[in-house]
């Protein structure tokens, strides 16, 4: 009995203790999908998930959860409030698709939040203060120990907000980090709904910077906003994640604490996909989820005759089949030259079969309507340019694009072609669009005319009525 106390306190000297583990579960960009596709996703899948984990956790947001379904447009985003309050989410920072209600609509829905909303970034205007129904950060108790959760809001508001403004986010979270840090805790996390996607031409977009000056200070950041998914990247020993979005995945971060001395000596993610034959269904959020569910949208409006990905299907090109497919209805019906057509307005891929209401509001939820202008080549090369990195955001019909990037992510070695022919920086060229590009500060005081009464979705729902659709041929954009 004595030798086995001695190898034991030996062992003890030579490893560290076993240490308290904490996790964090986090969700990004959930736009109101609240039911599974395809035996994925969903907060009932979310929820079931949640019920099998054995070590104290919180479940975070990174914001854009109020619209993007038929099922949030009708409720102005409280049905999703509802969702996440059953499911048990502790807090949310705030995307700019809260805001898609305007001022009147954000605050009846954020009021009925459950959960801290947290955005040290927003100011009322007439107070210079955080609203009510706002904090800077938050202070958990997971596992006995504390955990500062600080949030930051996106600062480009879907509509314009006349109540509100934001501040510089860095200054925004060095204050409220001082305060969170009065009390002690032993995990810090930021919330936002930014990405570190955002890396640009050399830069690191503000997340990044927020490692390189705090680290040790701050361990976790979880982002979103640019639909995109990072697992287990460091910068500076900080801990990025981000989990993609629509609910069809959550990232499990888990954190290991010293026990003698409360500090964090180990980080990871996993993205966990939300399959239902795996995580199972919680019948409560369910049965929750389905009295918003409108049944009329299931009726069949026509058929895909094959799989039209949103995404691109060869390395080097950047366009896709189902954006250039819409961006073609759209030239055809501008009668333009070119049509410009925004590739994160494109919310899923088309998968062959039957095209239903609900997958044409899935798809493209947004009103926006057909806009016609007149823009010289050098306005349009230089607007291209702009949209090529860090990841493609717009496709064009009518246009041939090529184009290489430099070692530090600048665009080089443009060409862009119309007709075959290069595009003249002083030839006056006729695009359509949509009228949310229209209103681009990329585009500000030009003449811009309506070209008609018909939405982007009205387009696509008539082309499904019209003919089996299939994808057309991709390659419009070419990164060499």
């Given at each position: 009995?004595?030798?086995?106390?001695?190898?034991?306190?030996?062992?003890?000297?030579?490893?560290?203790?076993?240490?308290?583990?904490?996790?964090?579960?986090?969700?990004?960009?959930?736009?109101?999908?609240?039911?599974?596709?395809?035996?994925?996703?969903?907060?009932?899948?979310?929820?079931?998930?949640l019920?099998?984990?054995?070590?104290?956790?919180?479940?975070?947001?990174?914001?854009?959860f109020?619209?993007?379904?038929?099922?949030?447009?009708?409720?102005k985003?409280?049905?999703?409030?509802?969702?996440?309050?059953?499911?048990?989410?502790?807090?949310?920072?705030?995307?700019?698709?809260?805001?898609?209600?305007?001022?009147?609509?954000?605050v009846?829905?954020?009021?009925?939040?459950?959960?801290?909303?947290?955005?040290a970034?927003?100011?009322?205007?007439?107070?210079?203060?955080?609203?009510?129904?706002?904090?800077?950060?938050?202070?958990?108790?997971?596992?006995?120990e504390?955990?500062?959760?600080?949030?930051?809001?996106?600062r480009h508001?879907?509509?314009?907000?006349k109540?509100?403004?934001?501040?510089?986010?860095?200054a925004?979270?060095?204050?409220?980090?001082?305060?969170?840090?009065?009390?002690?805790?032993?995990?810090?996390?930021?919330?936002?709904?930014?990405?570190?996607?955002?890396?640009?031409?050399?830069?690191?977009?503000?997340?990044g910077?927020?490692?390189?000056?705090?680290?040790?200070?701050?361990?976790?950041?979880?982002?979103?906003?640019?639909?995109?998914?990072?697992?287990?990247?460091?910068?500076n020993?900080?801990?990025?994640?981000?989990?993609?979005?629509?609910?069809?995945?959550?990232?499990k971060?888990?954190?290991?604490?010293?026990?003698?001395?409360?500090?964090?000596v180990?980080?990871?993610?996993?993205?966990?996909?939300?399959?239902?034959?795996?995580?199972?269904?919680?019948?409560?959020?369910?049965?929750?989820?389905?009295?918003?569910?409108?049944?009329?949208?299931?009726?069949?409006?026509?058929?895909?005759?094959?799989d039209?990905?949103?995404?691109?299907?060869?390395?080097?090109?950047?366009?896709?089949?189902?954006?250039?497919?819409?961006?073609?209805l759209?030239?055809?019906?501008?009668?333009?030259?070119?049509?410009?057509?925004?590739?994160?307005?494109?919310?899923?891929?088309?998968?062959?079969g039957?095209?239903?209401?609900?997958?044409?509001?899935?798809?493209?939820?947004?009103?926006?309507?057909?806009?016609?202008?007149?823009?010289?080549?050098e306005?349009?090369k230089?607007?291209?340019?702009?949209?090529?990195?860090?990841?493609?955001?717009?496709?064009?019909?009518?246009?041939?694009?090529?184009?290489?990037?430099?070692?530090?992510?600048f665009?080089?070695?443009?060409?862009?072609?119309?007709?075959?022919?290069?595009?003249?920086?002083?030839?006056?060229?006729?695009?359509?669009?949509?009228?949310?590009?229209?209103?681009?500060?990329?585009f500000?005081?030009?003449?811009?005319?309506?070209?008609?009464?018909?939405?982007?979705?009205?387009?696509?729902?008539?082309?499904?009525?019209?003919?089996?659709?299939?994808?057309?041929?991709?390659?419009?954009?070419?990164?060499?």
């Amino acid at each position: 009995m004595k030798k086995s106390f001695i190898i034991l306190f030996l062992l003890t000297l030579v490893f560290p203790l076993f240490g308290k583990t904490l996790v964090f579960y986090h969700t990004s960009d959930a736009h109101g999908f609240f039911y599974p596709q395809k035996g994925v996703g969903g907060y009932a899948a979310l929820a079931a998930l949640l019920e099998q984990e054995k070590n104290p956790f919180l479940l975070l947001d990174s914001g854009d959860f109020a619209n993007g379904t038929e099922e949030t447009k009708k409720t102005k985003g409280l049905a999703a409030v509802e969702l996440m309050n059953a499911v048990g989410y502790q807090a949310a920072t705030i995307g700019n698709h809260e805001f898609d209600f305007k001022d009147e609509g954000l605050v009846p829905m954020l009021k009925k939040a459950k959960f801290s909303v947290l955005a040290a970034n927003l100011r009322e205007k007439k107070t210079d203060h955080l609203p009510s129904w706002a904090k800077a950060y938050e202070i958990f108790e997971v596992g006995g120990e504390k955990v500062a959760v600080i949030g930051l809001a996106n600062r480009h508001p879907t509509k314009a907000t006349k109540q509100y403004y934001f501040t510089k986010p860095l200054a925004a979270f060095a204050s409220a980090l001082q305060q969170a840090e009065k009390e002690n805790p032993s995990v810090v996390v930021v919330l936002a709904h930014d990405s570190l996607a955002d890396y640009r031409n050399g830069i690191l977009p503000y997340l990044g910077n927020l490692a390189k000056k705090y680290s040790g200070r701050v361990h976790v950041i979880l982002g979103g906003h640019a639909h995109k998914i990072f697992q287990n990247e460091f910068i500076n020993g900080v801990l990025f994640a981000e989990s993609g979005c629509y609910l069809k995945n959550v990232t499990k971060i888990t954190v290991e604490l010293n026990d003698e001395t409360g500090k964090v000596v180990s980080l990871s993610s996993q993205l966990i996909p939300l399959q239902i034959s795996q995580t199972g269904t919680d019948l409560k959020i369910a049965t929750l989820a389905d009295r918003y569910k409108d049944m009329a949208l299931e009726t069949v409006i026509g058929t895909a005759g094959a799989d039209i990905s949103q995404n691109p299907v060869r390395k080097t090109e950047k366009d896709s089949p189902l954006d250039d497919w819409i961006s073609d209805l759209g030239r055809r019906y501008t009668q333009t030259e070119i049509f410009i057509h925004n590739t994160g307005g494109t919310r899923i891929s088309l998968e062959k079969g039957p095209i239903t209401q609900r997958t044409l509001i899935d798809l493209f939820p947004f009103e926006d309507k057909m806009v016609r202008m007149e823009i010289t080549g050098e306005q349009l090369k230089k607007f291209i340019r702009s949209g090529l990195t860090p990841w493609n955001k717009y496709v064009y019909s009518g246009l041939q694009i090529s184009y290489s990037v430099s070692k530090k992510g600048f665009v080089k070695d443009l060409q862009v072609l119309l007709n075959g022919q290069p595009i003249e920086n002083k030839k006056t060229y006729t695009v359509g669009t949509n009228s949310y590009i229209a209103k681009l500060r990329a585009f500000a005081g030009v003449d811009k005319k309506s070209a008609g009464d018909k939405s982007v979705r009205q387009l696509v729902a008539e082309a499904f009525q019209e003919a089996v659709v299939y994808p057309p041929d991709t390659g419009r954009i070419i990164l060499k």
